[in-house]
Nanobody
Framework: VQLQASGGGLVQAGDSLRLSCAAS????????IGWFRRAPGKEREFVGYENWSRSMEYYADSVKGRFTISRDNAKNTVFLQMNSLKAEDTATYYC?????????????????????WGQGTQVTVSS
């Protein structure tokens, strides 16, 4: 599956932003989609995921309660709704896909479990 992330931009602290991850290819509904981010000078970190059956969601503590993942399988698109943005959310955001349906809850937080990656979209939050 090929992924393309979009929706990034420059916002102020406290604002909201919704990122999109459009997928092309077969059987999109069978893929678990994860979101990761990389801030300048830092390593890539896990943000959240929703598994293929929508029965499982998990978020990093840093975004829990502020970020929400949803998906529209009919449009082959996954969304990352980001509310109450903070300056520390500034990063390049990436969506990724895996069809490893057998993984445990915490395994989906590892970037190495994802086979396909989008190109990234920049989010800048000014304080």
């Amino acid at each position: 599956v090929q992924l393309q992330a979009s929706g990034g931009g420059l916002v102020q602290a406290g604002d909201s932003l919704r990122l999109s991850c459009a997928a092309s290819g077969h059987a999109f509904s069978s893929f678990t989609i994860g979101w990761f981010r990389r801030a300048p000078g830092k390593e890539r970190e896990f943000v959240g995921y929703e598994n293929w059956s929508r029965s499982m969601e998990y978020y990093a503590d840093s975004v829990k309660g502020r970020f929400t993942i949803s998906r529209d399988n009919a449009k082959n698109t996954v969304f990352l709704q980001m509310n109450s943005l903070k300056a520390e959310d500034t990063a390049t955001y990436y969506c990724a896909a895996t069809n490893r349906f057998w993984l445990s809850k915490m395994s989906y937080t590892r970037s190495t479990e994802y086979e396909s990656w989008g190109q990234g979209t920049q989010v800048t939050v000014s304080s």
